[in-house]
C-alpha cells in the first residue's frame, strides 16, 4: 500500500513553515513545503493561495502530527518569555531554543 500526502497546515510564512518542518521532523514524522517560491507571485494569485503549506509524507502519521501542531499553536499563543538556563537571556515565549546560545529552553 502506498503513502500518500495530505495536507496538515498553512503557514503564516517560510520561517513558520520551517520551523515545524524541523520539529515534526524531530519527532520522526516526515513533512514537505508546499508553495516555498509562491510569495513572489502574490499580486497575480491571491495573497492566501500563496501561503506556504506543510503537508504530511504518510497520511497514517497526520493525525499524530495534527495533534503535535495543535500544541505547538496552544504555546504560540502563549507570549510570556522565558529566561535562558543557560546564559540567562530573555526569549520569547514562542522560542524553543535560546536565539543567543543555542540552548533548549525549559516547556
Known amino acids: 500500500m502506498r503513502s500518500r500526502l495530505k495536507r496538515l497546515y498553512t503557514a503564516s510564512g517560510l520561517l513558520e513553515a520551517y520551523l515545524l518542518r524541523d520539529y515534526l521532523d524531530a519527532e520522526g514524522i516526515g513533512t514537505l513545503v ?3 517560491h509562491s ?7 491571491p495573497c492566501n493561495e500563496a501561503l506556504p503549506e506543510l503537508w504530511v509524507r504518510d497520511e497514517a ?13 496552544r504555546r504560540s499563543e502563549s507570549r ?3 529566561t535562558c ?7 520569547p515565549g ?3 531554543i535560546c536565539w543567543r546560545c543555542g540552548t533548549i529552553l525549559d516547556s
Open 94 to 96: 514562542t522560542f524553543d
Open 39 to 45: 510569495v513572489g507571485a502574490v499580486g497575480e494569485l
Open 61 to 73: 502519521h497526520y493525525e499524530r502530527a495534527r495533534a503535535l501542531v495543535l500544541a505547538y499553536e
Open 34 to 36: 508546499f508553495n516555498e
Open 85 to 91: 538556563p543557560g546564559c540567562a537571556e530573555a526569549n
Open 80 to 82: 510570556a518569555s522565558r
